[in-house]
C-alpha cells in the first residue's frame, strides 16, 4: 500500500510443488491486504507467476521476487522484522509497539512453511502470535496485516488494473477498466 | 468460543487430497479464531483427522463433521449466513449489520474452494468480501472472525487441552498441562 509504513512480507522454507498453493496465497492475502511486496524463499516461481498475474489484472502496486538467501534478507532489513509464530507474544498485546515503533522503513513480516530455523526468532524484532494456537500462516498474515493497518488496506485504490470487481449484495459482476 | 453469537463455519467443495491443506487450515482457522464447529462438505476425513488431533491436544471445545448434503445444511440453517466471496459487499460495511442482525442463533460463515455453486450467493443473508480482490479463503476467513469478535477471540480460554503453548519473546515453549 503506497502510504507509511510499507509491508514487506518474507515467505521461508517453500518446497515446490507441495507448498505451491500455500505459498500462493501467502502473497495473494500479502497483496490483497495492504502489502507492497512479497519475497519468497527458494524455488516459488510458479507462485510468482501466479501473484503476478493477479497483479497484472486486478492492479497493483506490488512487487514478487524471489529470494535464495533469506538469511541475509532478514539481517539487512532496516525497518522492524515481525515473525509470525504461534510461540510469539499475543498480537493485541504487541501491535501498537510495531507500529510505534517503526521509523521510516518498511517492516518485514515472516511467516513460514513447516518447521521455522532457530535464528529467525533471534533476528526477529518482534516474535508475534496470532493465538498461541496452531492455524495457518495466511491466517496469522492476514490478521496481522488487517490490524497493523488498522483497517485501512480495506479501502485502497488500485492502480494499472484491467479489471475490477463491483461489489455485490448477490451475484458476481467483474467489469473492464478501459484505459484513458 | 462459548459465548452469543456461536459461529459455525462451512467449507464448501472440497476435493480429496487436492485440497487437503487448505481445509485443514479453513478448520484450524475456524477453531483458533472462535468459532465452535467447522462442517466440510465431501470426503473431507483426512482434514477433519487433523483439526480433532490438534483439538485434542491444545483444547477446545470444537467439533468438525462431514457432510454430503451441504445444500441442505445452508438451506436450513436457522441463523445469518454469511458467504465470504470476493464478490460479496465490503466487510467494513456489512459487519456491524450483521452482528446487530443476529439473534440467538449461530451464524455460518461459509467459505468455498474454487468455484462455488450459484444457490450459495442466493440462498446467503450476506456475500462479504474481506476486500474484492483474490485471495485465500483462509485470509478472508481468519479476517471475518477477528472482525466479528471484534478481538475477544484472542482471549478465549482453551478447556481439556493436553499442552499449552507459552507465549515466548524469543523461542518456543509448550508445556504440558496436568488433570487435576
Redesign the interface.
Known amino acids: 500500500m503506497e502510504r507509511d509504513p510499507g509491508v514487506a512480507v518474507l515467505r521461508l522454507g517453500h518446497r515446490p510443488g507441495r507448498d505451491n498453493?500455500?505459498t500462493t496465497?501467502v502473497g495473494?492475502?500479502a497483496?490483497?491486504?495492504g502489502a507492497d511486496r512479497a519475497i519468497l524463499a527458494g524455488r516459488a516461481s510458479a507462485p510468482k507467476e501466479t501473484i503476478e498475474d493477479?497483479t497484472d489484472r486486478?492492479g497493483g502496486p506490488f512487487e514478487v521476487e524471489l529470494t535464495d538467501e533469506p538469511g541475509r534478507v532478514l539481517r539487512e532489513w532496516s525497518g522492524p522484522v515481525v515473525h509470525l509464530?504461534?510461540?510469539?507474544?499475543?498480537?493485541?498485546d504487541v501491535e501498537d509497539s510495531i507500529r510505534a515503533d517503526h521509523g521510516p522503513e518498511p517492516v518485514l513480516a515472516v511467516v513460514g512453511a513447516g518447521k521455522v530455523p532457530?535464528d529467525v526468532?533471534?533476528l526477529?524484532d518482534y516474535?508475534v502470535?496470532?493465538?498461541?494456537?496452531?492455524?495457518?500462516e495466511?491466517?496469522?498474515?492476514?490478521?496481522f496485516l488487517?490490524?497493523f493497518f488498522e483497517?485501512a488496506?480495506?479501502?485502497?485504490e488500485?492502480t494499472d488494473a484491467t479489471h475490477?470487481?463491483?461489489?455485490?449484495?448477490?451475484?458476481?459482476?467483474?467489469e473492464p477498466i478501459e484505459d484513458d
Open positions: 498453493r500455500m496465497h495473494l492475502t497483496r490483497a491486504l493477479i486486478f509464530t504461534m510461540y510469539g507474544l499475543p498480537i493485541q532457530f526468532y533471534e526477529a516474535n502470535g496470532v493465538t498461541n494456537q496452531p492455524h495457518s495466511v491466517a496469522g498474515l492476514a490478521v488487517d490490524r483497517g488496506e480495506l479501502d485502497r488500485w475490477r470487481v463491483v461489489p455485490k449484495a448477490t451475484g458476481k459482476q467483474v
